[in-house]
């Protein structure tokens, strides 16, 4: 069986279950002449009989999706003969990985006959405890269901417990995320500590150069990088706030226009061609930046007699800026909406212009979440890479200078993990120092922007 089988006769089953829980709930009420009707309503029997048929299947494909590839290589390992073992070293791992290089559609040729009659077995097995598994997972979910058919009665009711198998799964989605940011955070740290074992953390923090390629031979020129990572946090904050000068007043003065001046067909029209900029792929603005911007203000420079780099940190920090206002503009416009109209009402009955209510009233009241569109413009802007590879560069100058060319901490990453890599170099594991400084640099930001959010939303609740 495939997997395409498996969906169909999957997702037929739930429909059947879901209709036949329903209709037999249907015709459980419709039997009863005297006394305690079902206490739910009959889709609720229908949804906690669909419930058990889908969470022990998804919940075991699950287990099985992890723990598959393991138990195929070791099945796969045991066929492995003597003398093939014996010609590869005795690494079984070498072979494994040799085997699943093979396309049976494409053999090439000189490839041993062993290696291949392995793929074969490989795909056999594989094809094979796939039918198994399926048809196994399906007589599951239909036990699970059977039991909860068995169920329907008037002492059992059902929307409570769809309700509490609903607040479980809420708490799981919830968990997979937490445990999942507690790994990212950890193997950051884990590779970090082992980059600081070979840089000291304060040469790292607080060095004024940044040249990380290490040289292959001992005897090379320059055969120790530098590490210093404040030329690459100066390049990050000075695009950040280039592209915060421009998406902050546009994007804010874009929502209250669109929230307090404009019409509601202006605003229905206006709002969705603002929005676009959104979609548009960060590779386009970079194009944007390096052929279109940067040349036009390298020209204009040059007009007024001085110059601006080709590649700047003012081109990329622009168009990135132009990138992030609808995350400004949209979020900030909901937040203004939902403003309550009684406390513009209460201003302009006191004798408030239309400009003071904006400035006294509805910003300070909408204020968190207009934070809260900044904080999420920042996060953006510090993560951008695209742009900044193609119109800043990769150099890391420490600069103010916003016509210099500049590097940021992910252009960095990308650069130091493009390729083969060996994680024991020091030029390799700086990356994960930079993205672990850059997560605390967040975290900072988001501890912040809560304490700000906290304080105003106590005084307008």
């Known amino acids: 069986m495939g997997f395409w089988a498996f969906f169909i006769i999957f997702a037929s089953s739930a429909f059947f279950l879901h209709w036949y829980a329903t209709n037999k709930a249907l015709r459980f009420n ?22 058990w048929f889908i969470i022990p299947i998804l919940s075991t494909f699950l287990i099985w999706t992890i723990f598959k590839p393991f138990l195929v290589d070791y099945l796969v390992i045991q066929k492995i003969p003597a003398n093939l073992l014996n010609s590869f070293g005795g690494n079984p791992s070498l072979i494994l990985s040799t085997v699943k290089a093979i396309s049976l559609q494409n053999i090439f040729p000189g490839t041993k006959q062993e290696l291949i009659d392995l793929a074969k077995y490989m795909n056999e097995l594989k094809y094979s405890t796939s039918s198994s598994f399926y048809i196994a997972i399906l007589f599951l979910g239909l036990i699970g269901s059977s039991f909860t058919l068995k169920k329907i009665s008037s002492r059992f009711r059902a929307r409570q417990s769809v309700e509490s198998v609903n607040i479980k799964l809420l708490i799981f989605c919830s968990t997979i995320a937490i445990l999942t940011t507690i790994g990212i955070v950890f193997s950051l740290i884990f590779e970090a500590i082992r980059f600081f074992e070979q840089i000291p953390f304060f040469d790292f923090l607080f060095g004024l150069s940044w040249s990380p390629q290490t040289a292959i031979r001992e005897d090379q020129v320059a055969s120790s990088g530098a590490f210093g990572a404040i030329p690459i946090f100066s390049g990050t904050l000075l695009i950040t706030v280039i592209a915060m000068s421009v998406s902050i007043p546009v994007g804010l003065l874009s929502a209250i226009y669109l929230s307090e001046y404009a019409t509601n067909n202006l605003r229905a029209f206006l709002k969705p061609i603002l929005e676009i900029l959104a979609g548009v792929p960060t590779v386009v603005y970079g194009f944007f930046a390096a052929i279109t911007v940067g040349p036009f203000l390298k020209g204009l420079a040059d007009s007024f007699g001085f110059s601006i780099a080709s590649e700047s940190a003012i081109a990329a920090g622009g168009v990135m800026g132009i990138m992030i206002i609808p995350f400004i503009s949209s979020l900030s416009d909901d937040v203004i909406n939902s403003v309550p109209n009684s406390l513009r009402d209460g201003s302009l009955a006191m004798g408030a212009t239309k400009s003071e209510t904006i400035k006294k009233v509805i910003l300070p009241a909408a204020l968190p979440g207009i934070v809260g569109a900044i904080l999420l413009a920042v996060s953006r802007a510090i993560g951008e890479t695209m742009i900044v590879v193609m119109a800043a560069g990769i150099a890391a100058n420490l600069t103010a200078n916003p016509f210099d060319s500049v590097t940021t901490v992910t252009v960095q990453i990308v650069t130091l993990l493009v390729g083969d890599q060996e994680f024991d170099s020091p030029k390799t594991l700086a990356a994960f120092a930079l993205g672990i400084t850059l997560f605390f640099v967040t975290l900072v930001l988001n501890l912040y922007a809560l304490k700000i959010v906290k304080k105003y939303r106590e005084k307008y609740d």
Do not use: D
Not at 37 to 51: A, H, N, R, W
């Open 30 to 51: 419709a039997g009863i002449k005297e006394g305690s009707k079902l206490p739910s309503l009959p889709q609720y029997y229908g949804l906690y009989t669909l419930l």
